[in-house]
Every structure is written in structure tokens, then in C-alpha cells.
């Protein structure tokens, strides 16, 4: 008899505990959607480039296995790009593949209003060699070839680009991503050297230089 009462007790305790979590993993799943759905909306606004793809082979016991390698360029347009390559039996996945590692690798470039550098950089990689230089609003893009797609994906409206290299797009993209990686705009030099903008970029006048960065 002094057991049951016993017993009685603890069923509802379980129970409450129960709903409890069945409360909180309700819960946890509605900030799980929420995340879900920025990560939507932030995939929604990448713009993706097909820079080239091309028809790979691997020998095996029985003979050749044929696939496809593509390379892929991402980026909001805003300041932000990446670069990816994929390889796959067939085009669409191959492309898939690139795309996503792409989106995984992408990287932040600071723009001087939003349109152009805020000064000219090299870059290079293998034997890929690039010249890019910032340019006065209205000059638009000048570069073909790879670097194109970069700058389109990137959000760059004016800019003078160069390739004195090798005309292979994997080489000229890293090589455009090693010069883009090296940019620095005058705020970022500013908080690295414990000065004012102003200061950086030779001016009295600190807003007009604030607004400049």
C-alpha cells in the first residue's frame, strides 16, 4: 500500500517531463526552420557562372571511364565570390558539384563604392599572371576570358584587367583570386595601424574620408 502512492507520483512527474521535451524539441525544430530559411534566402541570391568543362578520361582494367570536369564561379554581387571544380559521369552533376564547393569556399572583397578596387593588385598563380587596376565609374568591365565571370559574380562594375599568362581558366581564376584576396580598402589599413581613416588617405576632412572607405 505505501507503494502505490509511490508509484502514482512518479507516473505524472514522467509524464510532465515528457511534454517538456516534447515541448523544447518543438521548439528546437522551429529555430531549425528558421535557420533553414535564411540559409534559402542567402543561397537564393548567389549567382553562379559556368567558366568551362571538359571531357576527362581514367583508364581501367576494362578500358576507358569517360566523365566530365567543370569549374564554377559564385557570388552575390555584392562582394563576395568563390570558386569551385567538380567532376562527375555526367554534366549536370559535375556542375552541381562545382557549385557547391564553390559556395563553400567563398571569400570577401572590399569594393570602394561598391563599383570598382581600391587600388591595383597582382596576382598569380602557376604560370597564370593578372593585372587588375581600379577604374573611374562609367569604364565597365575590360577583361575577357575567366576573369569576366569573376568580376560579374563579384559585383565589380569598373575595373581594367589583364591576363599575361597562360590562358588556362583554372590557373587565371586562382591567380584573379590570389590578386582580389589582397586588396585592402583604407578603413582596413586604418585598424591595423591604429589610425583614422583620414589619416590613411592623406585628408582633413574625416568624414569626407569615412565615406570614401
Excluded at 548567389?46 to 571538359?54: R, T
Excluded at 581501367?60 to 571511364?65: D, I, P, S, T
Excluded at 558539384?97 to 559556395?103: D, F, H, P, Q, R
Excluded at 584576396?181 to 585628408?203: E, F, H, T, Y
Amino acid at each position: 500500500m505505501a507503494r502505490a502512492p509511490g508509484g502514482s507520483s512518479r507516473g505524472p512527474r514522467d509524464g510532465d517531463g515528457g511534454g517538456g521535451r516534447g515541448r523544447r524539441d518543438r521548439d528546437g525544430g522551429g529555430r531549425g526552420q528558421q535557420r533553414g530559411a535564411g540559409g534559402d534566402r542567402e543561397e537564393s541570391e548567389l549567382v553562379d557562372k559556368l567558366v568551362g568543362i571538359n571531357r576527362v578520361s581514367k583508364t581501367v582494367k576494362g578500358g576507358k571511364r569517360f566523365g566530365f570536369a567543370a569549374i564554377v564561379v559564385v557570388g552575390d554581387q555584392r562582394g563576395r565570390v568563390g570558386y569551385g571544380t567538380g567532376k562527375a559521369r555526367e554534366v549536370p552533376e559535375a556542375i552541381r558539384k562545382a557549385t557547391e564547393s564553390a559556395k563553400r569556399g567563398m571569400i570577401r572583397v572590399a569594393l570602394r563604392e561598391g563599383r570598382t578596387l581600391h587600388h591595383d593588385v597582382l596576382g598569380h598563380f602557376g604560370a597564370g599572371r593578372v593585372v587588375l587596376r581600379a577604374a573611374p565609374a562609367g569604364t565597365g568591365i575590360i577583361g575577357g576570358g575567366a576573369m569576366r565571370a569573376v568580376f560579374e559574380t563579384l559585383g565589380l562594375k569598373d575595373v581594367v584587367a589583364k591576363s599575361v599568362g597562360t590562358s588556362n581558366p583554372h590557373n587565371m581564376i586562382k591567380a584573379t583570386f590570389d590578386a582580389l584576396s589582397s586588396v585592402q580598402s583604407p578603413r582596413m589599413v586604418a585598424n591595423r595601424r591604429g589610425k583614422k581613416v583620414g589619416d590613411i588617405l592623406g585628408r582633413r576632412d574625416d568624414q569626407a574620408a569615412e565615406a570614401a572607405a
